[in-house]
């Protein structure tokens, strides 16, 4: 994989791989490089989210002055 995906554009590409790996009428050669893919586009999509959470974190701990342990208590 060597486009840089927005997690958009990431999440659609998974949708399509997901979807031609169900129809099953790939060949073994072409599934084996889109499950590949697949994985590569799950841990892209799962960093992005991940950034994200943090920087929501940031700025709710910035604006309000709410920390993660105020939700734990």
Known sequence: MNKEYTFEQALARLE????????????????????????ALVKLCTQKLDAAEQKVRILTETAVGITEEDFNA
């Open 16 to 39: 399509e791989i997901v979807k031609g790996l169900e129809n099953g009428s790939l060949p073994l050669d072409k599934s084996i490089e889109l499950f590949e893919e697949g994985n």
